[in-house]
């Protein structure tokens, strides 16, 4: 143990992750929180019969296949975990017709085909694009990020899609599907792509 001792002020998340580290390479650590339990924002309290719990619903990172696995892996025994893996992920409404962000890239595509046929060429092509975006090869990357930054361009519906689809890919592990998805990701957010698919 290092005779350095480092001061962590509040006890969420991050403070607990950071004296975890550094106790694991062998740093001394105290915490100081001003609340009376840790946990921050995500924690529970009980008041009367009741129990508040403010706590994380939904986790990135539960796939063992997917990047961040690895990192709650060494702070927690992931398979000591029970999750629960809902069918629907989220859901956005526009102009009243509501669409559901099915975890299930084949459920995705149906219901996308259910509501805009006249897409289906390109929504077709969003299982294929997740599958292509851990191949390394230059041109490769480069083709996926095209694909599906245009097909994100062409429509409000698509480019919901399309960034959805990047923020599954972002949790890969892999280098390719990190850039592939913040690249996708910054542009199809971008104040003038939302504006001309709005007009
Ligand atoms: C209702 C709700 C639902 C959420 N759901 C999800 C979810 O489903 N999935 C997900 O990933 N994330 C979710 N989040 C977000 C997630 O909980 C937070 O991003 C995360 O807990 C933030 O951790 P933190 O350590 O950065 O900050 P905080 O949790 O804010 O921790 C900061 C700590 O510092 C302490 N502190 C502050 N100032 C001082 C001081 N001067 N001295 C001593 N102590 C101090 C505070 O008391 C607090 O304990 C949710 C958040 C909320 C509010």
Redesign the pocket.
Known sequence: MSDKKVII???????LCVGSYLQMNGYNTEI????NTP????TSWERGDYIFD?C?????GTNPNYNLYKYWNELINMEDLEFKFWDVLGQFEEKGTIVKIHSDPEKLKNELLSIAPEDEKFIKLFPLIIQGATDKRNFVKKAVNWALRNIGKRNLNLNKAAVNTAKEIQQLDSKAARWIASDTIRELESEAVQRRIKR
Request: proline share 0%; charged share 5%.
């Open positions: 002020i509040g006890a969420g998340i991050a403070g100081f929180e001003l609340h946990g921050g924002l995500c403010g994380i619903h939904s986790l990135g």
